[in-house]
Every structure is written in structure tokens, then in C-alpha cells.
């Protein structure tokens, strides 16, 4: 299995995952305790394998036990995908009224990387229902979302920096953070949610809308009862329940009896997966019977979703060693086989054991070998890597790119060993190597070499060549402009 490479679908994944941390990191400071509800949604990484998971919101407080759904928007407004013709994917599913939504800004800086706002905008499910009849439904989306609409709450949102100065019974006055005064006439179906004084983030504030308020940011802490909630008849309240016993350690007293007497009575799997999950999180040797339940799955997805929950166990030997023999064996799905070395390679220790799968001759293996790798690397493994280029042109091809693309290697034991290499073959593969690093990497030591002419000239040569204005992208726009007519 493969997934093509969609870098607009990658952007927007990442814009999402970029918003939640940023809500999580503001509730927290409020007095919250978040956790990730919904798997992965803290994060970009993409995977094909489709995993059928309870539909739940991306986050759950572990104090006051409300749900909140996490909304990135590249222009802000108060907006729900919504699907009226299916029950189970209207907005609200999952959510209870007392659950929340959090609306965040998230802009591009000069690098195109995405930027949150350091302003959420919560709101209360019961509220957004209260007003719903006089939000307004847009048009179809993509066959491939189901037919889901953008349900959209009216709203004022100010373009400007600047702070409130006066509140009137039809006006709002704002001064601008130029100095300059900026009125806005108050609508009649409007709520408005500022008090004087209050900051204005460009973009970012939702001033007021048909929704009757806003929710205040702090938390209740009112020691939600998440034991009672394992057994609820609601499969939603049940697995959010199990999922959050698991980062509650003090609870464990009354919590593991109770989960272990329900772990081998559990009919859906979905949440039995997660009894596991909490179980083993919770120190319960349990890891013999999920790898026979691993086993027994016949569902890619399923088998997929206990590979990502053997991820977040990764400091565990035990995780470890299952997930290192997925990785090796070659009659393994090959996504399987990705997502296991993914989970491995957060850890350096591991990367020796996964480094022969550089050169995996399944290529969605390697690249998942090759760049968690780089993501993760140490100096510890510069002279393993180094090891490699005198192996075959396919490991010795990986190693190169891994050991020129990667700033936290022993760059001097690189260069010691291409000034000692006597092997004209592999002396050359590691000039290549430098040459096509970072020039700054080896610069101040690039003096050992003066000697070696040929060597010195070849090096410089690559360096002088990176610094070419025509770059990968551009020469690739030429081709683009050569096939017009």
C-alpha cells in the first residue's frame, strides 16, 4: 500500500494538528488537563490504511471530563461540517451539551510554516444548538466527504490589532494598535463577548454572533467520575471513559479491578483495543495476550490501530520488541511494517536494529526507515551509518543521503574517514557525501583535505553547484515550460 505524495492535503492535516496543540496548550494553562481523544489528531502524519474509529471529538479534559472538538481555520469564523440527510454525521455527534468546540486562527509565515493564533474561541455545544435554526448551511462538499456541508454561525471577527475602549449600547469603539480609532455598529441578532480593555489578535477574536455567549476558558475541576462512565450503555462515553483512566495513575486502585473484569467480556473491538491500551499504560502485564489479540485480527485497519497504541507505549521493551518484529517480518503488510519502524525510530536507541531497512526492497519501507531516522538521529550512529557505505550501491545510496541531509552527526569522523578511506571507490562516495552537505558542516575543517587537491576541488565544486539559483524546483518548472507549445 501506498499513499501518493498530496502536499495541499498534507498542509491542511498539518494547520489542524498545529491548532490543537496550540488549544490544548491554552486550556492547560487555564486550568485544564487535556488529553488526546481522537488518535493522531496532534498530529500531521498521514496514513492509507483507513482506521475505522468511534467518531469522538480530538480532546477530553481528565479534570471536568468535557469533550472538545479542535477547529483550525485559515480564516476564522464559527464553522461545523454538518451532513442533515445522516444522523451519525451531523455536527453534534459525539458531543454532549455541555461539550465544547475551540475555534483557532492559524496564519503562514514567511516560511510557509503554519502559525497559531494565541487566541481560542470556545463555545458551548448547547449554544451552538440554541442558535442552529439561524445558522445558514452551505453548499455540497466532494462525494469523498459524504456530502457534508459547512454549517456557519454568523460572526464579527476584527481584521486589526488593537484593544476595546468603550462599549456602547450600539457601538463598539476599538483603537487600533496604530493609534488609529476604529467604530463598529452593533447588529441586532449579535451577541457580543468583549469587556473594555480586552485585546484585540488580528483575525483571531470572535467579538460577538448569534450564538448567546461564549465559554469562559478555565476549568471547573470538579473530579469528573470517569469509572462510572466504563458502564455506561453509550459506546462513546464508554471509550472516552477507558481511554482517560488510562493517564489517571491514582485511580488505579479502583480503576484496573474494573477494567479487567470487562477486558475479555468486550464484544467491539474498537474499545477493547483501548481496555488494553489503559491497561498496559496503567502497568498491567498484559502484553502476551495483546500480542496473541494483535495476531488474531484479521482487519489491516485494526491490526494498524494497535501498532499506533504500541507507538505511545514505545518506551516499554515489551512494545518494542513487538513492534521490531512486525518490522522485519517481509509477509507483513507493508504499512504495517512503516508505521512499526515510524513508532521505533522516536527512539534513537532503536535505530541501529531498523537501519538495515534503509534499502528495504519494499520502497515505502525504506523511506520510513530513512526519514525517521533523519528526524531522530544522534551522533552515536555516524560511525554505523559510515559502516554502510562500503555495503552494497542500494544501502550505500540511503546512508549517503542520510548522512549528508542530517545536521547532528560526528561530522568530524566523517571527514577523518574520507581522508583515510584507501578503497578510491568508497573514498569517493564519502567526498560525495560532504560535498553535497550543508557547506557550513565542514567548512572550518576543510583544511585536513588542502593537501588533496583533487579532493579539495571536487568538494567545492559540489558546494558551488548547491548555491546554483537554478534549484531542483526551478529546473523542474523549465521542463514544465519546455512541454508548452
Given at each position: 500500500m501506498y499513499l501518493k505524495a498530496d502536499w495541499s492535503?498534507?498542509?491542511k492535516i498539518t494547520m489542524g494538528a498545529i491548532g490543537t496543540q496550540k488549544i490544548t496548550e491554552i486550556l492547560n494553562s487555564n486550568g485544564h488537563n487535556i488529553i488526546e481523544l481522537e488518535r493522531y489528531s496532534s498530529s500531521n502524519k498521514i496514513w492509507a490504511t483507513k482506521i475505522k474509529r468511534l467518531r469522538i471529538p480530538d480532546l477530553i479534559c481528565l479534570n471536568c471530563g468535557k469533550r472538545i472538538e479542535s477547529r483550525a481555520k485559515s480564516k476564522l469564523g464559527i464553522i461545523m461540517s454538518d451532513s442533515t440527510s445522516n444522523v451519525e454525521r451531523r455536527w453534534y455527534v459525539s458531543l454532549r451539551d455541555s461539550d465544547l468546540v475551540a475555534f483557532i486562527k492559524c496564519t503562514k509565515d514567511t516560511k510557509s510554516n503554519w502559525i497559531p493564533s494565541n487566541t481560542i474561541n470556545l463555545f458551548e455545544i448547547s449554544q451552538l444548538k440554541a442558535s442552529e435554526a439561524h445558522s445558514n448551511l452551505g453548499e455540497p462538499k466532494s462525494l469523498s466527504e459524504g456530502a457534508e456541508r459547512d454549517r456557519t454561525w454568523k460572526s464579527y471577527i476584527p481584521s486589526f490589532d488593537g484593544q476595546v475602549t468603550s462599549i456602547e449600547e450600539n457601538k463598539i469603539k476599538f483603537q487600533k494598535v496604530n493609534g488609529r480609532?476604529?467604530?463598529y455598529t452593533k447588529k441586532s441578532?449579535?451577541?457580543y463577548y468583549v469587556?473594555?480593555?480586552?485585546?484585540?489578535?488580528?483575525?483571531?477574536?470572535i467579538v460577538g454572533s448569534i450564538v448567546q455567549s461564549k465559554h469562559a476558558l478555565n476549568c471547573v475541576h470538579n473530579n469528573y467520575d470517569f469509572i462510572a462512565d466504563?458502564?455506561?450503555?453509550?459506546?462513546?462515553?464508554?471509550?472516552?471513559?477507558?481511554?482517560?483512566?488510562?493517564?489517571?495513575?491514582?485511580l488505579k486502585t479502583q480503576s484496573v479491578p474494573t477494567l479487567n473484569s470487562i477486558l475479555f467480556s468486550e464484544e467491539d473491538i474498537r474499545v477493547k483495543i483501548e481496555l488494553f491500551s489503559t491497561l498496559l499504560r496503567l502497568g498491567e502485564n498484559k502484553w502476551t495476550e495483546f500480542k496473541s489479540f494483535y495476531?488474531?485480527?484479521?482487519?489491516?485497519?485494526?491490526?494498524?490501530?494497535?501498532?499506533?497504541?504500541?507507538?505511545?507505549?514505545?518506551?516499554?521493551?515489551?512494545?518494542?520488541?513487538?513492534?521490531?518484529?512486525i518490522a522485519l517480518d517481509t509477509t507483513v503488510n507493508n504499512e504495517l511494517r512503516a508505521c512499526s519502524i515510524w513508532n521505533l525510530g522516536k527512539l534513537a536507541k532503536t535505530h541501529s536494529k531498523i537501519l538495515p531497512l534503509i534499502a528495504d526492497e519494499d520502497e515505502l519501507v525504506a523511506i520510513h526507515t530513512i526519514a525517521i531516522i533523519e528526524k531522530h538521529l544522534t551522533k552515536d550512529i555516524t560511525s554505523t551509518?559510515?559502516?554502510c557505505i562500503g555495503e552494497n550501491n542500494r544501502i550505500a545510496t540511503s546512508a549517503i543521503r542520510i548522512l549528508s541531509n542530517s545536521n547532528n552527526l560526528d561530522d568530524s569522523l566523517i571527514l577523518d574517514t574520507a581522508i583515510n578511506e584507501s578503497d578510491i571507490v568508497n573514498k569517493n562516495k564519502l567526498l560525495f557525501t560532504i560535498g553535497t552537505s550543508e557547506k557550513q558542516r565542514f567548512e572550518n575543517d576543510i583544511s585536513k583535505i588542502s593537501g588533496k587537491?583533487?579532493?579539495?576541488?571536487?568538494?567545492?565544486?559540489?558546494?558551488?553547484?548547491?548555491a546554483n539559483w537554478l534549484s531542483p524546483d526551478l529546473l523542474n518548472k523549465i521542463e514544465f515550460t519546455k512541454l508548452q507549445n
Open positions: 492535503f498534507l498542509e480609532n476604529q467604530t441578532d449579535y451577541n469587556n473594555i480593555d480586552d485585546s484585540i489578535e488580528a483575525g483571531s477574536v466504563v458502564s455506561s450503555e453509550d459506546i462513546i462515553t464508554k471509550y472516552c471513559a477507558i481511554k482517560s483512566l488510562g493517564y489517571l495513575p491514582h495476531a488474531e485480527q484479521t482487519e489491516q485497519s485494526m491490526k494498524m490501530e494497535i501498532i499506533l497504541i504500541l507507538g505511545e507505549l514505545i518506551e516499554h521493551d515489551e512494545a518494542q520488541e513487538i513492534l521490531l518484529e551509518l559510515l559502516e587537491i583533487g579532493a579539495l576541488d571536487f568538494i567545492k565544486l559540489l558546494w558551488s553547484y548547491q
